[in-house]
């Protein structure tokens, strides 16, 4: 996850765009590589019947805990840093409309 060198208010339209484009594609791949491997290590550690040992220990669960919540925490970031990008579109958008009907 790397930060444009450009300001979001100096970028163009179709920079805005390019970049949101760029996040989404992040965001969708941390969430099949991070976000679903995690939960899925926790669901793993957390169901009735363990194929290791039958009760996990406190650790385990907690290590597992701690590893799907730093993935839903990146979430949140991306998510953030995409947010930013399509309402800086929109205004942008919104600001054009609004000077081509004048």
């Known amino acids: 996850?790397?930060?444009?060198?450009?300001p979001v208010q100096r970028m163009t339209l179709q920079e805005l765009l390019t970049q949101a484009q760029k996040y989404i594609?992040?965001?969708?791949?941390?969430?099949?590589?991070?976000v679903f491997s995690s939960l899925a290590d926790f669901h793993?550690?957390?169901?009735p019947t363990r194929k290791k040992s039958r009760f996990p220990s406190v650790q385990t669960l907690k290590n597992s805990l701690d590893k799907f919540s730093e993935a839903a925490e990146e979430t949140i970031l991306l998510s953030d840093l995409l947010l930013d990008f399509l309402q800086e579109a929109l205004r942008r958008a919104k600001a054009e409309v609004e000077r081509q009907r004048i």
């Open 1 to 6: 996850m790397i930060r444009p060198a450009k």
């Open 25 to 34: 594609r992040d965001l969708a791949e941390h969430f099949h590589a991070g």
């Open 44 to 47: 793993e550690v957390t169901r």
